[in-house]
């Protein structure tokens, strides 16, 4: 019986040392872009982020092993895909200052870093206060909102269009992942607003009939198969009495619930048309990828941001 | 052993079970902005024509209207007509927990209903504002006219 035990403990540890030979490349090319910002944001994402998210990866002893170091290698060539702070300034300012919040947001969330990381290297965990940085930091970014005689113009000039009927586009524009635009959706109905103070923009969040039947009967926990929202953003105009109105469409995003066609972005369908030509988003037809990974903290709620005002039945 | 490998199960299964928690009404709804059947937005048939927030007043509106209202509102055509029908509803702003950098509808501060009958040259229009979550009729008449007309001279959001 011993002997027994001695012999499969002897495999495994054959096993365990022949992985080891398993070696995937990791390399630390030079940052030549890195993010340029005060030293208590810096020193914070280096000590949170910059193992995945930069070229700057610091490997302790235990994340060479195998079979943790398969793992490491994956997120960390995953984690400077979405995110590299030693590129960074290869990004558009704007795109920069998004991504900014949307890191914040994941860590507010408490998804990034990701647990499974932080159970092995707990010192990468922001304290309440590391997130207080953050935030003010990014509170600091934000344009104080005045009246503006150019914003106010060109949202004027394409209000004038729009009631001419001169932004009818002539044919339907398709997203790369095969999803179409929905002109219906100026017809729907209000699920919420909201006012971005991040990026300047303010935008109405509409849902078709399915999603607003569901509001109603306070089904949306799964949202049902076929509900759909388009969240349709306009830039901030500030008048001079002081009140903000919606100046220029800037786009519409949808979001399409179909549990089997879109399983691999948790049963959603995700498109995003800009400006009044609604140009589709996306290079490749994997554009999505971006936006679940966006919305994946918000499992809880069907990966949906928008709390739905309620309706009474 | 046998034991130690009941305990590890036991906390797997729990932080597993941990995650699965359903969420709360309060998660998954906008309770506080709740607008009282005695103004169903819905059922009224009227449809979203802008959104604007206020500062100042740390507030954030949607105007809605019917029809004829939709119609005239997309173009800078001031001459209101008998038939139109327009509602603001106004909440008070609060922050949105689902996303650092955002202000949603918190509170509900009132619904201003604007309709017009009569005549199209001079058609009379009539004003009433409901207050507070429980949508009370507003006894203050002052300034009434002049809300009125803030409210008709609004322009539609730009939605190709």
Not at chain 1, 32 to 57: F, G, M, R
């Amino acid at each position: 019986m011993k002997k027994k035990y001695f012999i499969a403990v002897l495999i495994l540890l054959v096993i365990f040392l022949c992985i080891q030979a398993i070696r995937p490349q990791l390399t630390n090319p030079p940052a030549t872009a890195e993010i340029v910002v005060p030293d208590n944001v810096k020193s914070i994402l280096v000590k949170s982020c910059y193992d995945c998210h930069s070229n700057q990866t610091n490997l302790r002893w235990y994340d060479e092993v195998n079979p943790a170091y398969w793992q490491v290698v994956k997120d960390v060539r995953e984690g400077r895909k979405v995110l590299n702070f030693s590129e960074w300034q290869k990004m558009p300012k704007p795109d920069q200052q998004a991504k900014l919040w949307e890191a914040l947001n994941q860590v507010v969330a408490g998804a990034m870093p990701l647990p499974s990381y932080t159970a092995v290297h707990s010192s990468a965990k922001l304290s309440e206060e590391d997130i207080n940085v953050l935030k003010q930091f990014l509170l600091s970014k934000v344009k104080p909102l005045n009246y503006n005689a150019s914003t106010d113009s060109a949202a004027s000039a394409q209000f004038t269009k729009w009631g001419a009927d001169s932004l009818k586009i002539k044919s339907v524009p398709v997203a790369l992942n095969g999803i179409a635009f929905i002109p219906e959706y100026k017809n729907w109905q209000v699920v919420s607003a909201s006012e971005r103070f991040d990026n300047g923009t303010m935008r109405l969040i509409l849902g078709n009939p399915i999603a607003i039947k569901a509001i109603r009967e306070h089904k949306i926990s799964p949202w049902p198969q076929g509900a759909t929202f388009a969240k349709v953003a306009f830039a901030q105009n500030k008048g001079k009495d002081g009140i903000v109105s919606s100046g220029e469409f800037k786009q519409v995003e949808f979001m399409i619930k179909d549990a089997d066609k879109y399983a691999s972005t948790k049963g959603w369908g995700f498109a995003r048309f800009k400006t009044t030509k609604m140009v589709p988003y996306g290079k490749t037809a994997m554009f999505a990828t971006e936006c679940i990974n966006c919305h994946r903290p918000e499992e809880k709620t069907d990966f949906v941001f928008t709390q739905p005002i309620k309706l009474n039945q | 052993m046998k034991t130690l490998t009941k305990l590890l199960t036991a906390i797997l299964l729990f932080s597993l079970c941990a995650c699965k928690q359903p969420a709360t009404d309060n998660e998954l709804y906008n309770n506080k902005a709740t607008v009282p059947a005695k103004f169903d937005i819905v059922k009224s048939g009227l449809s979203v024509l802008n959104t604007s927030f206020n500062p100042t007043k740390n507030t954030i509106s949607i105007l809605y209207g019917n029809k004829l209202a939709a119609e005239r509102l997309r173009t800078a055509d001031h001459q209101a007509k008998q038939g139109e029908e327009l509602a603001l509803v106004t909440w008070k702003r609060q922050a949105d927990v689902h996303w650092f950098g955002a202000n949603i509808p918190g509170e509900l501060q009132s619904v201003e209903i604007v309709k017009l009958s009569g005549e199209n040259l001079k058609p009379k229009i009539d004003y009433q504002k409901l207050l507070g979550p429980n949508l009370e009729q507003e006894r203050d008449t002052t300034g009434q006219q002049s809300q009125a007309n803030f409210i008709l001279s609004q322009r539609a959001s730009v939605m190709p």
